[in-house]
């Protein structure tokens, strides 16, 4: 999904929850990799992005006289395809746009916000870094991402795992909780968490890893029952790391009696005002008979529809076509919900962190500039590497009232909201945000906590939990058919 502008910024979204590869019919033919099951949360994230960059191209104090751009690109959760299409960024090999009105031309992408994934960003920004491309992720969170000579050009709106753990000790610290089992993936993220929580918890609090557990990835019941009956799963204390606090496939009466008071670490929420009537405008583009690829996926999952010429015979047995004209008001779809805006949030500060960088970099004093001979950078000749320098200096306040700006490794100050999980006697479920624990420059960290609002699984005041649990991991999110298996 592309819009043209004076500079260009990628992005790196998943789209799409997959991908499936196809041997060629014909030995000319070449191998080729589908996307497959289409996510409306990975779209509206992509359209953040697009968001971000409509309002600042409108905001007449920032960028003035220049419009940004964006090249948005769909990892389909396969690290072939994010990889790839970093590289066509990276190498200006993505389409080409109308520059001004009399030259056809590949605009330079300066920027990428992306990739989600962990593994991903350090397969990625190995290389990327070579070209001194800034990428900045909303949502990869190892720790191992903090090594700044190895990833020179990476950053993240997305607080480092590194702080995730000790969110978790201060809050064990809280409660005198020393004694728990730990649960990871089988990645980077997993790994790399569960030595840095092994440490801190013996070092910060004197606690003891009771024991460790890493889930496969792939259809393994019989190993998955064996980690989960080693111990009762009942009158126990959850904690979740922010990979699946909000996971909403977990939150229902089946999974209640188990996970009812679990507390989380999630990504900070925040409010984008006018985001919602943006995302209802969205629609298929029909502008020289040419139509949006992502979008029209999306129109035709919305609405159960395909677009002409569909597959042969799918008219007939009971499908529609696709109008383009279809009421997006009108249906419901995760699509549109924006009650919960995380990754979403650090999507848009990441947009913005890049365009205030920018900005900063345009304002300059010839003669007063930071590179040879006290130059600054021009638009016209603007490389990376000069975008890199002032976005590490960026220092700006959200609407909503949070900071954004980078230390010395790339990492945002970082910030999570604590949230509980509540089991209410009507049956309903709620997800209640109960407390924050975040890094500010003046004060060092800071833990809140709203005690008279958490909703334990346990009486609390009379018996505290023998073991804490630990879940770090994207497996409940993507592997919730093996779990219903065992």
């Known amino acids: 999904m592309q819009k043209a502008g004076d500079v260009i910024l990628g992005g790196l979204f998943k789209v799409h929850y997959t991908s499936v590869f196809h041997e060629p019919t014909f030995t000319s033919e070449p191998n080729q990799l589908s996307c497959q099951g289409f996510d409306p949360p990975g779209f509206r994230h992509a359209m953040t992005m697009a968001y971000a960059i409509d309002e600042i191209n409108k905001n007449p104090n920032l960028l003035q006289n220049v419009s940004l751009g964006y090249s948005l690109y769909d990892n389909c959760a396969t690290l072939v395809i994010g990889f790839s299409a970093a590289l066509s960024l990276a190498s200006g090999r993505e389409e080409q746009f109308l520059l001004q009105e009399t030259c056809l031309g590949t605009t330079p992408v300066l920027g990428i916000v992306g990739d989600p994934i962990s593994t991903f960003s350090i397969a990625t920004s190995d290389v990327i870094g070579l070209f001194k491309l800034p990428m900045v992720s909303y949502f990869a969170t190892c720790s191992c991402l903090s090594d700044r000579r190895r990833f020179p050009s990476f950053f993240r709106t997305i607080p480092s795992d590194a702080f995730q753990v000790r969110a978790m000790i201060q809050i064990m610290k809280h409660f005198g909780w020393t004694w728990a089992g730990l649960l990871v993936s089988d990645d980077d993220y997993g790994r790399h968490v569960a030595r840095s929580f092994q440490s801190d918890l013996t070092e910060s609090i004197g606690g003891c890893l009771a024991y460790s557990e890493i889930l496969p990835w792939g259809d393994n019941p019989a190993e998955l029952k064996r980690i989960v009956v080693r111990q009762n799963m009942t009158g126990l204390q959850w904690m979740a790391s922010e990979a699946w606090t909000t996971a909403t496939g977990l939150q229902t009466p089946r999974f209640m009696p188990y996970l009812g008071g679990t507390l989380g670490i999630a990504i900070r929420r925040g409010e984008i005002s006018g985001l919602k ?7 298929p583009d029909k502008s020289n ?197 065992c």
């Open 277 to 283: 009537d943006f995302l209802l405008k969205t629609s």
């Open 289 to 485: 008979n040419h139509r949006n690829r992502m979008v029209s996926q999306f129109w035709e999952y919305t609405f159960r529809c395909k677009f002409a010429p569909s597959p042969a015979g799918w008219v007939e047995a009971g499908g529609a076509l696709c109008t383009g004209q279809e009421d997006l008001a009108s249906v419901e779809t995760d699509f549109l919900d924006v009650s919960n805006l995380r990754p979403e949030y650090n999507i848009y500060k990441a947009v913005y962190a890049l365009a205030y960088a920018l900005d900063d970099m345009l304002r300059c004093v010839p003669g007063r500039g930071p590179f040879s001979g006290h130059s600054c950078a021009a638009l016209q000749t603007l490389e990376p590497w000069q975008l890199i320098h002032y976005l590490e200096k960026v220092n700006f306040t959200t609407t909503f009232g949070d900071q954004v700006s980078f230390d010395e490794n790339g990492d945002a100050l970082p910030i999570y909201d604590i949230i509980n999980w509540q089991w209410l006697p009507d049956g309903k479920i709620n997800v209640q945000n109960v407390g924050v624990v975040k890094k500010s420059a003046s004060k060092g960290e800071e833990l809140t906590l709203d005690e008279e609002n958490i909703f334990w699984s346990f009486v609390f005041k009379q018996v505290n939990p023998v073991y804490c649990f630990f879940f770090l991991s994207w497996y409940f999110m993507t592997h919730n058919n093996t779990i219903k298996k």
